[in-house]
């Protein structure tokens, strides 16, 4: 049973996308998804992105990890979605419904409102999510957010410097954190302006992340640490323009591209 696929990227965060909505797929499950995540044996891809019918929304997106694992969310492959399809859509997520639509070169997301409390992050016990009394080693201080997937933010004065490869998995499978975590580091360079380094749960170091740049203006707005609701957050693979609104809805604006479209042989990693 061969097997369409299309690889995409945002911002060099990229995915393998499988269209379900019309021909169903054989069940897909972590160890799957990991073999056709694989960058030696499989295809290759940050996250694997199924597309398949949904009863609430236009079509559902199923979100898995490099390491098989299933998440809520992932604005970069949102945008990669919005592009594939063409058009406006609401589209179900573990994380709730959000809306895409594409434009040139990319998409505009509005990826929902934030979320705070100590037990929508989730934390293992009760604390402040803005000013978490926390730290490893000179990473200290974080806010959390749920943007659909859970965020850890420090704001520090020398990105780069941040041994980022090493404290992140550390942080990520933490106690503290339950349902694990995505690391993000972020030096605010401007009023309206940040600098973005991601540790991305389940998959790594990563060139992009969508949801942790909505989840780093989120909380730079609420610490104070820049002016206005719209910034621009810049990761090493380009830049995303957020903007949370007077209404209180993420809107997340950056590219995406088609790398390559293919097909494989199913049996080969089931």
Not at 4 to 17: E, Q, S
Not at 169 to 195: H, K, M, W, Y
């Amino acid at each position: 049973m061969r097997i369409p696929f299309t690889k995409m990227h945002g911002l060099g965060n990229d995915f393998v996308v499988l269209d379900a909505r019309i021909d169903a797929l054989p069940p897909i499950g972590p160890a799957t998804a990991a073999a056709i995540s694989d960058r030696r044996t499989g295809i290759g891809c940050d996250q694997l992105i199924v597309l398949q019918p949904s009863d609430v929304a236009d079509f559902r997106m199923r979100i898995f990890n490099a390491d098989g694992g299933e998440v809520e969310a992932c604005g970069n492959a949102s945008r990669a979605v919005a592009l594939l399809h063409g058009a406006k859509a609401s589209v179900e997520t573990a994380g709730g419904t959000i809306a895409m639509e594409p434009m040139d070169n990319g998409a505009r997301i509005d990826m929902g409102t934030p979320r705070f409390g100590w037990d929508e992050i989730p934390l293992a016990y009760a604390m402040d999510t803005l000013a978490m009394p926390v730290a490893w080693e000179n990473l200290e201080n974080p806010c959390a957010v749920n943007v659909g997937n859970p965020h850890v933010i420090f704001f520090v004065e020398d990105g780069p410097s941040v041994p980022l490869e090493r404290l992140g998995p550390e942080i990520e499978c933490d106690a503290l954190f339950p349902e694990r975590i995505n690391v993000n580091v972020a030096q605010v360079t401007g009023p309206a302006s940040i600098d973005l380094r991601v540790w991305e749960r389940g998959s790594g170091l990563t060139r992009a992340c969508g949801t942790g740049a909505c989840a780093t203006a989120v909380a730079a707005i609420r610490r104070g640490v820049v002016s206005g609701r719209r910034i621009a957050v810049t990761l090493p693979g380009g830049t995303l323009d957020i903007e949370w609104t007077e209404a209180g809805r993420i809107m997340m604006t950056g590219p995406a591209t088609t790398s390559f479209i293919g097909s494989f042989e199913w049996t080969d990693y089931a």
